[in-house]
């Protein structure tokens, strides 16, 4: 695997073209931390399986068109090269491309919020990324959820924009408690794999293996955190009592697989301490994810994974107190204006 990779740096470095394939492919990757274009590469197979299984084959093409424009947008700004290299500014574009998709209903004005989205995503990388410098904190995917939300948000007031697939806006109600019945273990293991594929809000059992496997391809232990993260957040949703089909579909799950990921492998030194905090930070994500989901309801807006990015900058901040690792990070940048 590394000759092959070896073999394809070589290639980069001779042609203009394959380095931007490249970064954009790294791009994608780095949505879970990976610095890998095979890990991007099956990532974007994995994400135009389970568009086309769900008959939505446009998700995909608008993640794919949102990371270019994302990495053009970034070296027309003529930001740091190597930061464009390692696909940082192009992970916040393919969220927002795939989001958008997937909430919006198509059209054409559709298209123009995806390259409008994308482009903005990178301003706002650069902004963030600036403001959070004296914490020593990445952005994360705070770009990708600020900019989404306000798309989201804007399109109540404009007639060529539908939310077709928005959550329904309504006055926060009290949940209605069921009484819940044994956890099944098609449900544990379905809800496991969902919660991994909505990182890319897709809901694909064999999308989330294909994710896995890219996972492994650069990091091991970012697979086996990415899973035991899923498997935890499932079990901690279900002790809680939440709505079984927010569960099973891995919708209160996928914060909690980035913060476990983010917590146990990249902003921390792998160790069986920092395994028990990753652990801490996953089981919160859950509480957050369903706090934001009810604080947002009136706003008719997911969540995202805000409760992703909120608890690991709550987590990472006191790490004097945690060893820390020096691992670069998706927004640990050279943010400077051009």
Same mark, same amino acid.
């Given at each position: 695997m ?6 394809w740096?070589i290639l ?18 780095q ?9 991007g590469?099956?990532f974007l ?36 090269p190597?930061?464009i ?18 909430? $919006?209903?198509? =059209? *054409? &004005? @559709?298209w123009?919020?995806? +390259?409008?989205?994308? %482009?903005?995503s990178?301003v !706002? ?35 060529g924009?539908?939310?077709?697939a ?7 109600v009290p949940?209605q ?9 098609i449900? $544990?293991v379905? =809800? *496991? &794999? @969902?919660?991994?594929?909505? +990182?890319?809000?897709? %809901?694909?059992?064999?999308? !989330? ?14 697979a086996?955190?990415?899973?035991g993260?899923?498997i935890?957040a499932?079990?901690?949703?279900h002790?809680?009592?939440?709505e ?7 919708l ?24 028990m905090y990753?652990a801490?930070?996953t +089981? ?8 934001l ?21 709550l987590f990472?901040?006191p790490r004097?107190s ?17």
């Amino acid at each position: 695997m590394q000759g092959l990779l070896a073999k394809w740096d070589i290639l980069c470095t001779s042609s203009a073209v394959l380095r931007f394939v490249d970064a954009n492919l790294r791009g994608i990757g780095q949505v879970m931390f990976q610095d890998n274009p095979l890990t991007g590469l099956l990532f974007l197979i994995a994400i135009a399986w389970g568009s086309y299984a769900a008959g939505v084959p446009h998700v995909a093409i608008a993640g794919v068109v949102a990371v270019i424009i994302a990495t053009l947008t970034a070296y027309w700004l003529r930001l740091d090269p190597a930061s464009i290299a390692a696909g940082l500014y192009g992970y916040n574009g393919v969220l927002v491309g795939l989001a958008l998709a997937t909430f $919006l209903a198509p =059209g *054409t &004005l @559709l298209w123009g919020y995806v +390259v409008l989205g994308a %482009a903005v995503s990178v301003v !706002a990388t650069c902004g963030i990324a600036n403001a959070l410098k004296p914490w020593g904190a990445s952005a994360l995917t705070f770009p990708f959820v600020v900019v989404t939300w306000l798309l989201l948000l804007a399109s109540y007031g404009f007639s060529g924009l539908m939310g077709t697939a928005l959550p329904t806006g309504s006055v926060v109600v009290p949940f209605q408690a069921y009484e819940a019945s044994p956890l099944q273990v098609i449900d $544990l293991v379905g =809800g *496991t &794999l @969902l919660s991994i594929s909505q +990182v890319f809000l897709k %809901a694909s059992g064999l999308a !989330a293996l294909i994710f896995l496997i890219g996972l492994a391809v650069n990091s091991l232990a970012s697979a086996v955190f990415a899973l035991g993260g899923a498997i935890l957040a499932v079990l901690t949703a279900h002790l809680l009592g939440a709505e079984s089909s927010l569960i099973t579909g891995g919708l209160l799950g996928f914060s909690p697989v980035l913060t476990a990921i983010a917590l146990g492998t990249v902003l921390y030194r792998p160790s069986g301490r920092a395994a028990m905090y990753a652990a801490v930070g996953t +089981v919160f994500t859950v509480i957050a994810q369903s706090a934001l989901n009810v604080a947002l309801m009136p706003l008719a807006i997911p969540a995202l994974t805000a409760p992703f990015v909120l608890v690991t900058w709550l987590f990472f901040l006191p790490r004097s107190s945690v060893e820390s690792s020096s691992s670069t990070v998706p927004g640990a940048i050279d943010a400077s204006p051009p």
